[in-house]
């Protein structure tokens, strides 16, 4: 789409976008504090907030916003409350800057941090998520205790040396969430995700403030949930083209341990005067045996299914920019909106 001169002078440079869930109390001081960190910054901004189904008067609140600064202020109206991952899609799909912020509207993160978050990308960084300091002071340890763990264990499993993957304030390069696509709750493993798509994400140490209003909007299930988004991202990080490396090795460590079991009861039977046709032992690996066939078959059937689709893929959708000498200037790479 080609847009008019008056839309690109009017493009705004930095985007933030807030997720909103029944947060009434603190949009009216947040704004303020947007306010009065982003008018002082030569790049212009917009800001964009998603309410994603809020029951009180957020959503008023908000609009009042849209009538004081028409020209920097978008409201988005989600139809239900579809999660913070959706609110995030719908946001990433609507902004116009280069730049990009994710915040949340509780007033725990701190709008005069984000020069600090800029200067950090200027290094030469695609995504840079916020460190939330002294956290054990501002936070129960009903959450900071479950945060610790999980950041471990995605650090352990994914590489990723990030120690605070959960915070909400991140800034983001266009590319970062034009590539990385959210559902279910992976807005979590946002840094793990861009990590394996091959951006450089770092993080940077940022101020914490306690929560003045209401209450957190997630309770201890979530550290389950996130169990399961962990194992989720990391196998379409990891496995995505070639599932049959993970399903084959389950297999083999399945069909093996069966195979070892079977050749020593056939030992038994032939070397001794004992009966293996009665022992749970034989039930065991003949049954470790068949689930590893079936998890091998498994993989075999999903890497035709991976074969398909990529055959479908445009191969440059994987390419970010290229660079030309100048013998090759007449035929510039076109990169992708």
């Known amino acids: 789409m080609i847009m008019g001169l008056g839309e690109l002078m009017n493009q705004p440079s930095i985007s933030i976008i ?8 603190s949009l009216a001081p947040l704004f303020e504090r947007l306010q009065n960190s982003l008018d002082g910054l030569v790049q212009s901004y917009e800001l964009i907030f998603v309410d994603d189904g809020s029951t009180d008067n957020s959503l008023e609140i908000m609009q009042g916003f849209v009538n004081q600064r028409p020209q920097q202020v978008v409201v988005v109206e989600q139809v239900s409350n ?22 949340d509207a509780d007033l725990q993160d701190d709008p005069d941090e984000i020069p600090t978050l800029l200067a950090k990308l200027d290094e030469g960084y695609d995504l840079v998520t916020g460190l939330r300091s002294n956290r054990g002071n501002n936070d129960p340890i009903g959450k900071t205790f479950p945060s610790k763990v999980a950041n471990r264990l995605t650090r352990t499993l994914s590489g990723v040396p990030l120690r605070d993957m959960n915070s909400g304030f991140k800034c983001y390069r266009r590319e970062v969430v034009k590539t990385v696509k959210l559902h279910s709750d992976l807005h979590r493993y946002i840094p793990v995700l861009a990590y394996y798509h091959g951006f450089k994400v770092t993080e940077v140490p940022i101020k914490h403030h306690p929560r003045q209003y209401g209450c957190s909007k997630y309770g201890a299930g979530r550290f389950i949930r996130s169990l399961f988004d962990l194992v989720t991202v990391l196998f379409l990080s990891r496995y995505r083209y070639r599932p049959l490396h993970m399903f084959g090795t389950v297999g083999l460590l399945f069909a093996g341990s069966g195979l070892l079991i079977s050749f020593y009861l056939s030992l038994v039977w032939l070397f001794t005067d004992n009966p293996i046709g009665s022992r749970p032992l034989l039930m065991l690996g003949v049954l470790l045996i068949i689930t590893g066939t079936q998890f091998i078959l498994m993989g075999l059937v999903a890497d035709l299914i991976v074969s398909i689709e990529r055959n479908r893929e445009d191969p440059t959708s994987t390419v970010r920019r290229v660079h030309r000498g100048r013998e090759y200037e007449e035929q510039p790479y076109v990169e992708k909106d």
């Open 82 to 103: 579809l999660g913070k991952s959706a609110a995030l899609m719908v946001g990433f799909a609507i902004a116009r800057g280069d730049v990009l912020f994710t915040m």
């Open 18 to 25: 807030i997720p909103v869930y029944n947060e009434e109390q």
